[in-house]
């Protein structure tokens, strides 16, 4: 197995980051005019904690885990993207992906000019792990596994996701932007074993933050070590971090929305079953819901137009005909109800 230290950008590897003034001194109390910072308009007239310390330590203790072993991003978006210009040298190196799955880890491929190898799920969404096995060659650096997998709602076997971690020679990416929603267990516990792991999670969804941006990577602090030196100094303002460490508090509302959200997702799902224009609806072990509709582009509109907007995701492989629908509140469940009542009636 290559080491993180082979798979890393040689100029990457040779970099020598920024240091920001909050590098070279970090204590409190103190007399801060090494910054240019104007001593006027507290709090806002600080720069922001370059390493989130406060933070990572209140997530740590949430998630059981190390700060050393955590990053955060403006989203998990900034994790994807430092994942590519970690490893990937633009023009030469490759990733393996699932397919269907989040649209972001082609787009951030696209951006770093590296090529994106899909493999499809099968008919039943499951990992073709010896498929994505042999995509892979020398310049294959990354592997992006998403479970409970986006827009098909599943999870995929611990057993698969641990024997692609045992087999692929690269980085493995799981996100795991739901798996509050899911009844199996995160993968955290298993950093430990895979330094070449990256674990991502979010604050915009169970935790009801997207606003905030804040995501998470969990992994080896070798490759945390890496983030730091490439993100932005002040990837995480002031205003996030404050408000992200006090809504940390709000964890029983966090598994009060999980609980409701479940209810709804079941109640969603035998009203759904009884439209005749509704063909299937897969099992989901997230917030929303994949639907097969006999026509997806009339149904998708015909809600527009009633003020309901779900997902189109009927031209994506292994999705056709297919529209995803986020769990809502109750009240906005009955909305998409009555919008569908209509149509039905029409
Ligand atoms: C929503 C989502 C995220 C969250 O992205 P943020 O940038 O943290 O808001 C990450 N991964 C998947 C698969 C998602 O669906």
């Keep these: 197995m290559k080491t993180i230290e082979q798979l890393i950008r040689p100029n990457i590897k040779s970099l020598r980051p920024y240091s920001s003034a909050r590098d070279e001194f970090s204590g409190e109390q103190a007399i801060f005019l090494d910054a240019n910072e104007n001593p006027f308009n507290k709090p806002y007239n600080r720069y922001p904690d370059p390493y989130q ?38 023009g030469i190196d490759n990733v393996i992906s699932i397919d269907p799955t989040y649209g972001m880890y082609q787009v951030a491929a696209d951006i770093n000019n590296i090529e994106i190898r899909k493999v499809k799920l099968t008919k039943e969404f499951q ?19 998403c479970s409970p997998n986006n827009p098909t709602g599943n999870c995929f076997p611990a057993t698969d996701i641990l024997s692609l971690l045992d087999k ?46 804040l995501g998470m990577a969990f992994t080896s602090p070798e490759i945390i070590h890496i983030f730091n030196h490439i993100k932005y100094p002040y990837n995480i303002n002031i205003l996030t971090q404050q408000t992200a460490l006090q809504l940390l508090e709000k964890a029983d509302d966090k598994n009060t929305w999980v609980q409701e959200l479940l209810r709804q997702k079941e109640q969603m799902s035998l009203k759904m079953k009884q439209y005749p224009f509704i063909q299937k609806i897969f099992p989901s072990d997230a917030n929303y819901l994949l639907i097969k509709t006999t026509a ?3 149904i998708y509109n015909f809600l527009v137009d009633q003020g309901v907007i779900v997902r189109d995701r009927s031209t994506v492989s292994l999705c ?5 629908v986020t769990i809502g509140s109750k009240e906005e469940n009955n909305a998409l109800y009555a919008a569908l009542d209509q149509y039905q009636n029409k």
Excluded at 127 to 145: C, E, R, W
Excluded at 170 to 196: Q, R, T
């Design 53 to 90: 310390r406060k933070l990572k330590k209140k997530i740590g203790e949430l998630k059981d885990i190390e700060a050393e072993h955590i990053f955060l991003g403006n989203g998990s978006d900034e994790a994807i993207d430092l994942t590519f210009r970690s490893f990937c040298e633009p």
């Design 296 to 298: 997806p582009k009339e």
């Design 320 to 324: 056709e005909g297919c529209l995803r």
């Design 127 to 145: 990992l073709d792990v010896d498929g994505l096995l042999a995509a892979a060659d020398q310049n294959s650096k990354i592997l992006f596994i």
């Design 168 to 213: 692929f020679n690269g980085i493995v990416v799981l996100d795991e932007a739901y798996i509050d929603f899911a009844p199996e267990k995160s993968f955290l516990p298993h950093l430990a074993k895979y330094p070449n792991l990256i674990i991502l999670q979010t604050f915009s969804k169970a935790w009801g933050m997207a606003g905030i941006r």
